[in-house]
């Protein structure tokens, strides 16, 4: 289980260097850009949130929808940046962007073009690129799980 949760993918120095840089920063936008801003602004948002129309997901209340956003959004974010569970930080927040791509957006064209469509599918598949490849390699020799997790070679799946 442990090797499931905090296997840091490759620990080639060069590599682990690209995934820091886009762990930290992929991290703090969705955190700066995304997260901390619902959490201000949560009493105004909590009853007109979407709530997705998937199966099962489309039982939740908007307060609880957007708690989830929220919790997805934020400690995900943190665990991502720190390098912490980083494949299933990854996994947590990339199903919330493909929620919010495919359920909230789904009506929505797929590129921004101003000044006519400011809302469009764009931003959230360009979050959701990184986090698949952070799925995939994990969070290198620079994070957390390489110090919780010490293999000296990679897992090859």
Not at 52 to 60: I, S, T, Y
Request: aromatic share 10%; with cysteine; proline share 6%.
């Amino acid at each position: 289980m442990k090797k499931f949760f905090f296997d840091c993918g490759t620990r080639d120095l060069t590599a682990s260097q690209g995934i820091f840089a886009l762990r930290v920063m992929l991290g703090l936008m969705m955190l700066l850009g995304h997260g901390i801003p619902k959490i201000a602004g949560y009493v105004a948002l909590k009853d007109a949130f979407p709530v997705p129309e998937f199966f099962l997901l489309n039982h939740l209340t908007p307060p609880l929808s957007l708690m989830a956003c929220i919790g997805a959004e934020v400690v995900a974010s943190i665990l991502i940046i720190l390098g912490l569970a980083t494949r299933s930080a990854s996994f947590v927040l990339a199903f919330s962007m493909v929620v919010a791509v495919f359920g909230i957006q789904a009506a929505a064209p797929w590129f921004v073009t101003p000044p006519a469509v400011l809302v469009a599918k764009e931003l959230g598949l360009l979050y959701l690129i990184p986090l698949v490849v952070l799925i995939l390699t994990g969070g290198g020799a620079y994070s957390l799980d390489a110090g919780l997790y010490r293999e000296g070679k990679r897992r090859r799946w």
